[in-house]
Structure formats: C-alpha cells, structure tokens
Nanobody, 126 residues
Framework: QVQLVESGGGLVTAGDSLRLSCAAS????????MGWFRQAPGKEREFVAI????????FYADSVKGRFTISGDNAKNTVYLQMNSLKPEDTADYYC???????????????????WGQGTQVTVSS
C-alpha cells in the first residue's frame, strides 16, 4: 500500500524556519516527481514546489521562490521542504504528492498527482 506521510509542521513566528518531511513507502518512487502543495482555510489547494527523484530539477511557486527549498533523499525515500523567512500568508495545511508523469496535466495542478499524504499544518503568527 502506497503511503505518503508528512511531518514537521507547527506554530512559528514570522521570520522563523521550518522543515517539512514526506516519507514515502509502498512502492519505488525513483521515477516519480514529488511535489508540495498547500491549502489555506477557504482557499483552493495550490502548488508550492516540485522535485524529481531521478534528478535535481526543481520548480517553485513565485510566492515561495528564494525562501523555500525542496530536496529529496533517495536512500530514505523522503522529500523535504525547507521553509525560511516564513510569513503569515504561508499559513496552510501542507501536502506532499507523487506524480508519475505530466502528460495529462501540468505539474502545478493537483490532478497531475497520483498519490497524496494526509497533510501537516503550518501556522505562522505575525
């Protein structure tokens, strides 16, 4: 059974840092791309960042570029999201997701992803 389990969320103050983790299990994800999305209360789920297990290509939403860094550890089957200089507008539930390809939908859309974690909450106070 495929599982993606996020951890590392919490309550921080603006300017602080957090590192989210996403542990993947149940299959080999070496040919997958791993993404992070977030969903704030009352808003749609939005793309944050993506990395491919097989390479170092990364892409970020403009709102987090320069502050967040996505990385993967193949040996641990874990993807990380390092979040620096956090802002109150970063407050959301953060989800990791896995996609085998983007032939059917762009990488910044939720429908491109086959597997999802349960989410971890991040709250940034001002």
């Amino acid at each position: 059974q495929v599982q993606l389990v996020e951890s590392g969320g919490g309550l921080v103050t603006a300017g602080d840092s957090l590192r989210l983790s996403c542990a993947a299990s149940g299959r080999t994800f070496s040919n997958y791309a791993m993404g992070w999305f977030r969903q704030a209360p009352g808003k749609e789920r939005e793309f944050v960042a993506i990395v491919r297990w097989s390479g170092t290509n990364t892409f970020y939403a403009d709102s987090v570029k320069g502050r967040f860094t996505i990385s993967g550890d193949n040996a641990k089957n874990t993807v990380y999201l390092q979040m620096n200089s956090l802002k109150p507008e970063d407050t959301a539930d953060y989800y990791c997701a896995a996609a085998r390809s983007f032939y059917g939908a762009p990488y910044w859309t939720t429908r491109a992803y086959e597997y999802w974690g349960q989410g971890t909450q991040v709250t940034v106070s001002s």
